[in-house]
């Protein structure tokens, strides 16, 4: 099976401006979960999708957000973008029927934003 | 809510010797531990949970981990280090009513020739 797919894979913006990030999970995998990792912050949760609702939310401001598409296909939109928000973007998918805390996460490659 | 902790930054070993990197979870209930592996400009790679069951738990690359509920520790151990073990190591808890993933700060592993 092919892995968890990120697209962009690198991405230069400037303050102010939006930007939308792509995820494709795992063939059969219905959750995707989105994190930014910072060297600052490490490894902070963002929200969770499932069957194309939001499950799970982390502590991050309104100008994140996301979506799930029937297909399991997940995007993450950051607007007003902020000098802050450089980072190393990561999704991740697992199985997840249920929403059990069992399941493994996928993670991808991840996307690194860039904000000058 | 939980929480994860990895007391060292940095683990150096030389190539041959056992390794251990070091994790501490707090967790209401029964905790679901995992351990993952992130090389440079890489996403995060899946090396082994606990779930249930048996302490010790073997996961991908002979890498293992041991479960003490007592101690609330999972530590991830092998027996022999090779050089392409060097990256940076998660370990991340979640608790049973909670799907939110809690990374600790991870663990730099250098093993040198």
């Known amino acids: 099976k092919a892995g968890v797919t990120q697209t962009p894979r690198y991405l230069i913006k400037t303050r102010g401006q939006q930007v939308t990030l792509s995820c494709s999970p795992i063939?059969?995998?219905?959750?995707v979960s989105w994190y930014q990792q910072t060297p600052g912050q490490g490894l902070q949760f963002l929200f969770e999708y499932f069957s194309e609702t939001q499950r799970n939310k982390g502590n991050f401001p309104g100008r994140f957000s996301g979506r799930q598409f029937s297909n399991s296909r997940s995007e993450m939109n950051v607007s007003t973008l902020e000098l802050g928000d450089s980072a190393l973007y990561l999704c991740?998918?697992?199985?997840?029927?249920?929403?059990?805390?069992?399941?493994?996460?996928?993670f991808g490659p991840g996307t690194r934003l860039t904000v000058l | 809510a939980q929480s994860v902790a990895q007391p060292e930054d940095q683990v150096n070993v030389a190539e041959g010797n056992p390794l251990t990197v070091k994790c501490t979870y707090s967790?209401?209930?029964?905790?679901?531990l995992f351990w993952y592996v992130q090389y440079p400009n890489r996403g995060l790679q899946f090396l082994l949970k606990?779930?249930?069951?048996?302490?010790l738990v073997k996961g991908s690359y002979g890498f293992e981990a041991e479960f003490n509920k007592s101690q609330t520790s999972f530590h991830l151990k092998k027996p022999s280090a090779l050089v392409s073990d060097s990256a940076l190591y998660f370990c991340?808890?979640?608790?049973?009513?909670?799907?939110?993933?809690?990374f600790g700060a991870g663990t730099r592993l250098t093993v040198k020739p």
């Open positions: 991340a808890v979640r608790g049973f009513n909670n799907n939110d993933m809690r």
């Open positions: 063939s059969g995998h219905r959750s």
């Open positions: 606990y779930i249930t069951g048996d302490n």
């Open positions: 967790v209401s209930g029964n905790p679901y």
């Open positions: 991740a998918s697992s199985v997840s029927e249920a929403g059990g805390p069992a399941d493994t996460q996928y």
